[in-house]
């Protein structure tokens, strides 16, 4: 007897979908060993991650540290300098106290009118003049080459 026609499509269609199982089944298979291996390489690269954090940290407290110290450094060096300039001032208010007690005791000397006192009066300051400048009018005065 000889399969009815209906019966050998059926088996057909089984056999497709069976096909379609196995295909879909080995698809999955690699889809996990995949996943398996990225998981994987991600917990490689998080240890990774993990080892490095603690040298990086203590990296940026070196860092910290030696900024600290290079302000403090130069902070020492600014404070230096300032009190380098406070006593040279206060070695030219001196100097100058004394210049100024010679001045008084040598117009003292010469009988000078009055003496030299501290109180000095500003002169107001002039504009200098411009001399040998003049207006020169637009057009004249320009240079020919010959």
């Known amino acids: 007897m000889t399969p009815s026609i209906p019966r050998t499509h059926a088996v057909a269609a089984l ?5 379609a199982l196995d295909n879909q089944s080995r698809m999955i ?3 996990r060993a995949k996943l398996a291996t990225e ?5 490689a690269i998080k ?4 080892s490095n954090q603690v040298p990086l940290e203590a990296s940026h407290k070196t860092i ?4 600290e110290i290079s302000l403090s450094d130069r902070i020492q060096a600014a404070e230096d300098m300032i009190q380098e300039q406070h006593l040279i001032i206060e070695a030219l208010v001196e ?4 210049l100024l007690q010679t001045i008084q005791g040598l117009q003292e000397e010469n009988g000078a009118p009055a003496p030299f006192d501290d109180e000095w009066e500003e002169e107001a300051e002039e504009e200098p003049e411009e001399e040998g400048l003049e207006d020169i009018p ?3 005065g320009e240079i020919f080459e010959e």
Do not use: D
């Open 64 to 67: 910290a540290g030696l900024t």
């Open 95 to 98: 100097e100058k106290a004394s």
């Open 39 to 43: 998981i994987r390489e991600s917990a």
């Open 29 to 31: 298979r690699r889809l």
């Open 15 to 19: 056999r497709m979908k069976q096909i």
């Open 47 to 50: 240890k990774e991650h993990e």
């Open 138 to 140: 637009l057009g004249e």
